[in-house]
Every structure is written in C-alpha cells, then in structure tokens.
C-alpha cells in the first residue's frame, strides 16, 4: 500500500521484491486482513505494472486523452456543448478548463468526467502548487503537470460505504485515486524544481521554429524533443521531493549480559498488538541539533516535525459542529481504548486538508462531556464547522504527549542519526525509531507533509516488524523510504501569460497512443 491508507489493519505484508504471484487461502485458517490487502496490492502491482511498460511513465488514448487545457472560448464553441454559456464563465473564473477523458500515470488510470476550471478542482489551492493569481501575475512560462495519488476513504467520507441494513457499522474501506491539474513553482531553489529561464529559452526555440516559413518540421520536431526531454527531467524531481529514510528496532540483540542490561527492557513490552504509524507533520529537512539551554532553537522553528499513532492513526470521532474550542462529535468511541481522554492530541481534518496535502491543526483535550458528546480543546481554532459540513471534518487521534513534543502542539522536532545506539527516539514500550542522517555531508534529506511509516509491534516475539541487514555480523534495521503517500507525476503542458490576465497554451506535452498499437 503506497496511498494514504489509515484503515484498521493489522499490517501491510505486500513485499514486491517477494515476487508472490497470488495468496492461496487454507481451510480450517484463520483468515487476517493482511492476506486479503496482500492479495489486492499483488494484483494491482500486476497490472499497474502492465500498463506502465506498455504505455510508459505517462499516456492517454489517441481516442480519448483526457485532461486537455482549454485556454479560449474558441474552443468551448469547438465542442458543441450544451452547457457552453457555464463553461466560458468557469474560464473567465479559472484562467484555463481542464478536458474529459482518461489518462494513466504510471500505470494508473486518471479520469475526469466533466470539465472544470483549475479554480473549480476539489481542494485547490493545493499544497506546493500556484495560485490562479500568481500564474496571472508577472509575464511567465509554467509547466503544468497531473498530480495523481491514492486516497483512504472510510464511511466517514462516503456514507455508501456502510450498509445500512447491519445498522450502519464501519466494515471495509476503499482506495480512491486522485488526480489533480497542479502548477508546481518554478526556481533552482524552490526543493529542486525547474529552471524557469531555461524554460523560456526553450519555448522561445519552439515559437521560432514554428515562426519558420516555410515550417521546418525537422526544426520544430529538435524544440518539441528538447522541451518534452526538459519536462521529464522536472517530472523526475518533482516525484523526489521526499528523501528521508526511518529505521524502527524493539528488540536489542546482542547486548551484554549482566544486571545492568534489564532484558525485558530491550524489548517491545506493550500489552496488544499495535501497528504504529508515524508521520510527517510539517515538512523540510530535519532539526540541526542546536538547542538554546534546554530549548530546541537552530532551524527547530522551521524544521520537519512529526506525530505517531499505536492505532495506524485510524481512531477518528466525525465533527458535528466545530466554533473556537468547542466540538461537538457524533460519538466517543465504542471503549475506552479507542476514546477521548483528557490530554489526548487530536488533530482537525477535513476533506479540503486532505486532498490539499496539508496537516491540520493539532490541539490538546481540555475536557469531555460525554453525556452531550462535546469536547474541549486548551486552544481554539480558526476553522469552524457545522453540521452536515460536506467536508466531512473530524477529531483524528495521535498518540504523543506533551513530555514527548518539542512545541505547543505536540509536534517532535526530526532528528537524524547514523544508526548507532546513540539518538534513537522512543515512542513508547520500547519501540524506537531514527531518521536516518545522509552520508553526504552537504546532502539533506527532506521530509514532505503526510509521509509516513508502518511499524507492526508484536506482543509474543517482544519486538517490532522490520527488515534487519548484517553490518559486520550485526543485524541492525533497514532504513526504508516512506510506505506512502507517493505521488505520480505527469507533464501535460506548458502554459503562458504575458500579464494581461490571459493565459496561452504554448504546448500539449501529454503522450497519446494508438488503441490499435497496443
């Protein structure tokens, strides 16, 4: 699972490296969820996989490619559609119209129904993307690409989800694939994107190639290939903005005997099962390790921070109605486990944060009435809800506490180490976690909002799921990249304005096929 996926699960079992081809089912077994999710993520690997070498990175059909920019009414008129009037108002609105049709991103297939305006998108304006305004300000070139993930979505988000005829229970979730039309910033500075002057020089090259009379189609096929070839490049690092890396370890081997190593210290010493989730809250690269006494200071008011759930952050309570610091939810959980208890960290998400990439606010339990289902918080919020939000906001639980958090929210600052026994941080009944710290000493590793990692802890080994590499003939924990959310990317053009609050598409970098090739 590489999506946003906070579901009830036991763990993620899928290993792509296992090359498992099916999971075969026994009689008189106990069936765990793993294997079901496993089955799925080994078909879905297949075919994603399939699609991917047959159309490449990126493709639509030559029949139907979805996801045209539409920059003039012109080209409303070309289409013949009824709802022509509301289409032209929408790109007055939106500064250029997004087109029907399919279009697969590294194997996965994006559609879009109905055209919509780049302002009309669910969850615009999105986390490191360009404002309408912005595009429209100072005359300027812009790639524009198809952001494309995988979204949890529970009965929360869809009611349709529960059936209602066993009373409306939470049973199975779904993944959602979401595409959106995006406009990453230009600049060598900005976590290494493109080069907005070598953008010019190369749509300047292909103005002047088609300016040609006669056309030169040689001419004009070198400034197309240089500008695809330059838009790929972009593709390619805008996909590795996340470079950071986690090892998570319970049990210690190899220490000493002795009585001053306390064995079950050693160890995962919870009472249950648990699958922690920890995640990326606000991103950048990690802490420097200043500190100004016994205060973190440095880069700490800018760096990476994160949270952590036992429960793979999956205990949420739905937000009837949300003003300052009071909140009333729709429940309180089925047992005391899984409820709100004074002090508790909780965080307000709503749809538009989620598909914006964004984190919402984290506050900490002041109160709770559970006779008339309202909690207080120790800080009011700026977001407010009522009830029937379309929104679908909810109380999401973390699990840190305030000895563990390094600022008013909670929040622990990312510190790096090199995989020693020295800078590893606890979470809680021995499990423990390290960033790993690159090897180059000028590299930093960035961090992205919403990253996160899996970390199943079991109750009768007294240790923590995670692959081990020897070093010397030490095992010590691997350090993986992030389980998710991963993000496919997709040039699908470029576009300009020359400050007239008029946007021109200079050039449709989409990849078609032919049907009957394939």
Not at 121 to 149: A, K, N, R
Not at 236 to 253: D, E, M
């Amino acid at each position: 699972m590489q999506g946003e996926f906070r579901g009830d699960v036991s763990r993620d079992s899928f290993d792509q490296s296992k090359r498992f081809s099916r999971v075969l089912m026994q009689q008189g077994r106990v069936q765990l969820d793993a294997d079901l999710n496993e089955q799925s993520d080994i078909l879905l690997h297949y075919l994603r996989s399939l699609a991917r070498d047959f159309i490449g990175p990126h493709g639509g059909s030559s029949s139907q490619p979805g996801f045209t920019l539409i920059t003039t009414e012109a080209e409303i008129d070309a289409l013949n559609d009824p709802n022509a009037s509301r289409l032209k108002t929408s790109l007055r609105k939106s500064g250029f119209l997004i087109g029907t049709g399919r279009y697969y991103v590294d194997g996965l297939l994006c559609e879009n129904d109905n055209y919509l305006g780049y302002i009309e998108q669910d969850g615009y304006p999105f986390s490191g993307s360009l404002t309408l305004e912005v595009i429209m300000g100072p005359p300027g070139e812009f790639l524009v690409f198809l952001d494309v993930w995988e979204r949890h979505v529970s009965c929360n988000e869809d009611g349709s989800i529960c059936e209602v005829a066993l009373g409306g229970p939470d049973t199975a979730t779904r993944g959602q694939i979401v595409s959106a039309v995006v406009v990453p910033p230009p600049g060598e500075d900005t976590q290494g994107l493109y080069d907005q002057q070598k953008l010019h020089d190369l749509v300047k090259a292909l103005r002047d190639a088609k300016a040609i009379l006669p056309p030169d189609a040689n001419a004009i096929a070198t400034a197309k290939e240089a500008l695809d070839a330059f838009a790929e490049t972009s593709r390619v690092a805008l996909s590795s903005i996340t470079t950071g890396t986690l090892q998570a370890r319970a049990r210690i081997t190899g220490l000493p005997e002795g009585d001053c190593n306390i064995q079950p210290e050693a160890q995962y010493r919870g009472p249950e099962n648990q699958l922690y989730r920890v995640e990326i809250h606000r991103g950048g690269v990690a802490w420097d390790g200043t500190s100004d006494g016994e205060s973190p200071a440095g880069n700490a008011s800018t760096a990476a921070t994160f949270k952590w759930s036992r429960d793979n952050s999956s205990i949420y309570f739905p937000i009837l109605s949300l003003e300052g610091d009071s909140v009333k939810v729709s429940h309180l959980g089925r047992d005391t486990s899984r409820s709100l208890q004074v002090d508790d960290w909780v965080e307000i998400v709503a749809d538009d944060l989620v598909l914006q990439g964004q984190p919402g606010p984290l506050r900490q339990i002041k109160s709770v009435n559970p006779d008339e289902l309202t909690v207080t918080l120790t800080d009011a919020v700026d977001l407010s809800y009522e009830e029937d939000s379309r929104l679908h906001p909810v109380l999401r639980r973390w699990d840190q506490r305030r000895s563990d958090g390094e600022d008013a929210e909670g929040l622990l600052l990312v510190k790096e180490g090199t995989g020693e026994d020295l800078n590893w941080i606890e979470l809680e009944d021995g499990v423990q976690i390290q960033f790993q710290r690159s090897t180059g000493a000028s590299i930093k590793r960035r961090y992205r909002a919403g990253d996160y990692w899996l970390i199943p802890a079991r109750v009768a080994t007294g240790d923590v799921l995670w692959p081990r590499e020897l070093q010397g003939t030490k095992p010590v924990a691997r350090a993986l990249p992030p389980h998710g959310v991963e993000h496919h990317y997709a040039p699908i053009a470029v576009i300009s304005t020359d400050g007239s609050q008029k946007l021109v598409l200079e050039e449709d970098l989409r990849r078609k096929f032919s049907p009957a090739a394939v």
